[in-house]
């Protein structure tokens, strides 16, 4: 799309003749359009060129109207290998150029590949080259045809200035008005002053294209005097454009459109050309009296001295908008309508006034350009996204290109073109505050419209899908699945898994990123909420395999990092440590658990298959687990595990799963809700495992004063008071590891010191003679058990037995937690010394006491384990 320093060019057309290889033809067009101004040698003024490789017929024919619109220069492109190809090459040549014929300045024809007597023939139209990689010289062959165009432009420019054909000066027309002036009175004064307005205006343009700032402009104000007398509307608007176009390159030198390199000033202009910026600038008023009869002046030096300056920044865009009010009239002219929208958009962006080029482009949107073709459709419509663009309206400039990528696969086009329209789709993210990256949407709260979201993304699933590329699809489904989950509604997220499933049955999604041809690269999609995990806590190993340091070696490996006491910085440091550490350590070879809050926020089963733990540190060995979640279910407990293969510190980093059909890895630091106790711990070499089996029947009562994790087994004993027991344990080696020593302690969980005696007695002489114990080897212990309890304050023994849990039969005891005998109803008070002789009828309890070894007698075997694992972790 134009800009109004286009005005100022030459139109050149490039193009192939016959066969030429797409990459070799563009290779060289961009040489050649590198070429884009030339200074004029023996002149003080530059040639703008522009270069096209396709330019429709039709278009030439408004040339008069606008001369930057007509081709006058012809480059082809052509490869022959030998001469007798060559005439037909040249033939075809000749062929071309007759296209343009009736407006062509001059042509060159640039041949590679033939070489001999043809290719040594000096011609001016034709250069020859062996090859596409030998052909140094063609910047210079297209400067030296660049001005072969500007001496034929500057004669024509002359000419046109100094017409003396009297009153018949030829009336220059738009290809629609042709038919409209057939039988008109050539004689009137009317008809006269407008084939001399629209003369003037021709002139101005010629004068604008050859470098001649200040002479076009003066032409241009006059062609604007007699073209308004004669209510010439369609010419009047050219001459005001044309008008404005050599203010806004007097104004900005640099050019208007953006994306162009910065032009350089035309020497003719002043040095203050870039910095006038008078809001009370004028036209130039023109004397009558200048003019010729025929209104053309040759001189124009008069009108120059009179010209107080071109129009103000402010007189431009009023200028442009009363120009687009007269092209307005004539609904044949609505490209050029459109055009004229389009530069004055492009002007008020550089002026910074974004709210009146909205207001042109809204005018450019309802304008009717008639039968256009799908590719124009869709080029309009991306023009209109640019220029909104440009001007700061980014969600609008996101809405017509997806209008435009939507046109890109209309029903009327028989090939849609699904490629060019996922490549639009994808360049109006950014307008809808939309980012293909997952962590964006975990930085707060969600930004714009969600529901306008959702549509683009269904509409890239779709695009993706038709461009054969289901890898594509899975990604752009789990994206919308992952970051619009909060907006879907229940039936909307059966819908969105039920694709996804059926996509990922033939590509299964993956935490691969997925690069597109134009080397954008989409990120992976983990799938944080399916489920949503709230917590994770790394799980302490069971009370009976937990490692244990020896006391007597606690010393040896003590820090000595640092030579004081006290330093703030290390405790600064220890601080952040114990931030992350865990106070508890794993061993090699056991099985670790780490626990996970998760729940489901789908409104049906979640299945969620090969869920394991991700670690970095030592060699991890996960083991993967499938939930079943129910729909909405709260926060539900799952335990993940995994066997650490060797010793060092790990970290656990987060968590893998597989949800419809897509594998995720979810790391910990990118889930900022979660909570988490610390997720590096301490893994220590393997340890020696121990197992104890005895004599002892099993009790079905634990002990209150012990939880279950301290207990591996809970055997019970019945034993009259005095009574001797032998017990036999066997110890079993159930690890990989040797024993080498062995220690025995026993516990005795009530403090009651006047009730209980040493009840324990062993010897570990000849169990140490087995040592040390080889894996799957066992040894044996016997350990003698004797009860002996003091009965001497019965009343408070019977009290501290049954708080105790020991039964006591053989007494009337009505309550089961205290009884106070009564003396009989014959017997008076006595003293304490009486009242001792008052119980001596009372059955001793020791006769018939029961009792139960949960309290007295078992062995505390985690402690047997403990102290086993002790020694080796030293040894």
């Given at each position: 799309m134009q800009c109004a320093e286009d005005h100022q060019t030459v139109l050149v057309v490039v193009q192939p003749v016959g066969i030429v290889p797409e990459d070799q033809f563009f290779k060289i067009y961009k040489r050649i359009t590198s070429v884009s101004q030339v200074t004029i040698r023996d002149s003080q003024r530059l040639l703008y060129i522009r270069y096209r490789h396709h330019y429709l017929a039709e278009n030439n024919e408004w040339g008069d109207f606008q001369t930057h619109r007509k081709v006058v220069g012809l480059v082809s492109i052509t490869t022959c290998s030998s001469a007798k190809d060559w005439p037909q090459t040249a033939e075809r040549f000749h062929g071309q150029k007759e296209v343009y014929s009736s407006t062509l300045y001059d042509s060159r024809l640039l041949v590679f590949g033939l070489q001999g007597e043809i290719a040594e023939q000096q011609r001016t139209d034709v250069a020859f080259y062996p090859s596409f990689e030998e052909c140094s010289d063609v910047e210079r062959r297209v400067e030296?045809?660049?001005?072969?165009?500007?001496?034929?432009?500057?004669?024509?420019?002359?000419?046109?200035?100094?017409?003396?054909?009297?009153?018949?000066?030829?009336?220059?027309?738009?290809?629609?008005?042709?038919?409209?002036?057939?039988?008109?009175?050539?004689?009137?004064?009317?008809?006269?002053?407008?084939?001399?307005?629209?003369?003037?205006?021709?002139?101005?343009?010629?004068?604008?294209?050859?470098?001649?700032?200040?002479?076009?402009?003066?032409?241009?104000?006059?062609?604007?005097?007699?073209?308004?007398?004669?209510?010439?509307?369609?010419?009047?608007?050219?001459?005001?454009?044309?008008?404005?176009?050599?203010?806004?390159?007097?104004?900005?030198?640099?050019?208007?459109?953006?994306?162009?390199?910065?032009?350089?000033?035309?020497?003719?202009?002043?040095?203050?050309?870039?910095?006038?910026?008078?809001?009370?600038?004028?036209?130039?008023?023109?004397?009558?009296?200048?003019?010729?009869?025929?209104?053309?002046?040759?001189?124009?030096?008069?009108?120059?001295?009179?010209?107080?300056?071109?129009?103000?920044?402010?007189?431009?865009?009023?200028?442009?908008?009363?120009?687009?009010?007269?092209?307005?009239?004539?609904?044949?002219?609505?490209?050029?309508?459109?055009?004229?929208?389009?530069?004055?958009?492009?002007?008020?962006?550089?002026?910074?006034?974004?709210?009146?080029?909205?207001?042109?482009?809204?005018?450019?949107?309802?304008?009717?350009?008639?039968?256009?073709?799908?590719?124009?459709?869709?080029?309009?419509?991306?023009?209109?996204?640019?220029?909104?663009?440009?001007?700061?309206?980014?969600?609008?400039?996101?809405?017509?290109?997806?209008?435009?990528?939507?046109?890109?696969?209309?029903?009327?086009?028989?090939?849609?073109?699904?490629?060019?329209?996922?490549?639009?789709?994808?360049?109006?993210?950014?307008?809808?505050?939309?980012?293909?990256?997952?962590?964006?949407?975990?930085?707060?709260?969600?930004?714009?419209?969600?529901?306008?979201?959702?549509?683009?993304?269904?509409?890239?699933?779709?695009?993706?899908?038709?461009?054969g590329n289901p890898g594509l699809s899975v990604r752009h489904l789990s994206f919308l699945l992952q970051t619009m989950l909060d907006f879907l509604s229940d039936q909307e997220k059966k819908e969105v898994t039920q694709s996804l499933e059926n996509y990922t049955s033939k590509c299964p999604g993956g935490m691969e990123a997925i690069t597109l041809s134009d080397g954008l690269k989409l990120p992976p999609v983990p799938f944080t909420k399916l489920p949503i995990v709230r917590s994770v806590k790394l799980l302490n190993l069971p009370a009976s395999l937990r490692p244990h340091k020896v006391k007597g070696l606690l010393g040896q490996n003590a820090s000595t990092a640092s030579p004081f006491i006290y330093s703030p910085i290390i405790m600064h440091n220890r601080g952040e440590e114990r931030s992350k550490n865990i106070d508890f350590q794993w061993v090699q070879g056991d099985v670790c658990e780490v626990q996970l809050m998760v729940y489901n926020p789908m409104p049906y089963e979640l299945r969620v298959e090969n869920m394991g733990l991700l670690t970095s540190g030592v060699e991890f060995e996960s083991l993967p687990a499938a939930l079943s979640l129910p729909a909405e279910s709260g926060l539900y407990p799952v335990t993940l595990v995994g066997v650490p293969r060797t010793a060092g510190n790990i970290t656990v980093n987060g968590y893998h799963t597989s949800v419809f059909g897509v594998s995720s890895d979810c790391l910990l630091e990118g889930l900022p809700s979660v909570k988490t106790s610390g997720c590096l711990v301490e893994v220590i070499p393997s340890l020696p495992r121990l197992q104890l089996s005895t004599s002892l029947p099993r009790s079905a009562h634990t002990s209150q004063h012990m939880s279950k994790e301290e207990l591996s087994s809970s055997v019970s004993v019945q034993l009259f008071n005095g009574e001797k027991q032998q017990l036999t344990i066997t110890l079993e080696n159930i690890g990989t590891e040797d024993i080498e020593s062995l220690e025995l302690t026993s516990k005795t969980v009530n403090t009651k010191d006047k009730v209980f005696g040493k009840f324990l007695s062993w010897d570990l002489e000849e169990a140490l003679h087995h040592l040390p114990l080889k894996p799957g080897q066992t040894v044996t212990l016997t350990i003698s058990i004797k009860v002996k309890l003091d009965f001497s304050g019965q009343e408070n023994l019977l009290q501290d037995l049954n708080d105790d849990g020991i039964s006591v039969t053989g007494l009337p005891i009505s309550s089961p937690l205290r009884h106070v005998l009564k003396p009989r109803t014959e017997t008076k008070a006595v003293s304490s010394e009486s009242g001792k002789a008052e119980y001596s009828h009372v059955k001793s309890p020791s006769s018939v006491k029961e009792c139960r070894q949960d309290r007295m007698s078992v062995l505390h075997m985690e402690q047997i384990c403990k102290g086993v694992r002790l020694q080796m972790s030293d040894g």
């Open positions: 030296d045809f660049v001005e072969s165009i500007f001496i034929v432009l500057e004669s024509k420019r002359l000419d046109r200035a100094t017409d003396k054909s009297g009153d018949k000066i030829p009336l220059l027309c738009v290809p629609f008005e042709k038919k409209d002036f057939v039988g008109l009175d050539t004689d009137s004064r009317h008809y006269k002053k407008r084939c001399q307005g629209r003369m003037r205006k021709h002139v101005g343009d010629l004068c604008l294209q050859a470098g001649m700032l200040q002479d076009a402009l003066v032409h241009y104000h006059m062609a604007v005097e007699l073209l308004r007398g004669v209510n010439d509307f369609l010419w009047l608007g050219a001459a005001l454009e044309g008008l404005c176009s050599a203010s806004v390159i007097f104004h900005y030198p640099g050019g208007t459109a953006g994306k162009m390199a910065a032009r350089k000033p035309s020497i003719s202009q002043p040095a203050d050309a870039g910095k006038r910026h008078r809001p009370g600038a004028q036209e130039v008023l023109i004397d009558p009296g200048a003019l010729t009869t025929n209104g053309i002046s040759a001189d124009t030096s008069t009108e120059i001295g009179r010209a107080k300056n071109c129009l103000s920044p402010e007189d431009i865009i009023e200028k442009y908008k009363e120009a687009i009010s007269y092209y307005g009239k004539y609904k044949n002219a609505g490209v050029i309508e459109l055009e004229a929208c389009v530069k004055a958009v492009r002007v008020l962006a550089i002026q910074k006034r974004a709210r009146e080029a909205s207001e042109f482009l809204q005018n450019a949107v309802y304008i009717n350009l008639g039968q256009l073709s799908e590719e124009e459709k869709i080029q309009r419509y991306s023009i209109l996204s640019e220029l909104y663009e440009l001007i700061g309206f980014h969600r609008k400039s996101a809405f017509f290109k997806r209008v435009a990528a939507m046109q890109c696969v209309a029903p009327t086009i028989s090939e849609p073109g699904w490629r060019a329209c996922y490549k639009l789709l994808l360049e109006t993210l950014p307008g809808y505050s939309l980012s293909l990256d997952p962590k964006d949407f975990s930085k707060g709260t969600h930004r714009g419209w969600a529901a306008v979201q959702m549509r683009l993304l269904h509409e890239l699933v779709y695009a993706s899908r038709r461009m």
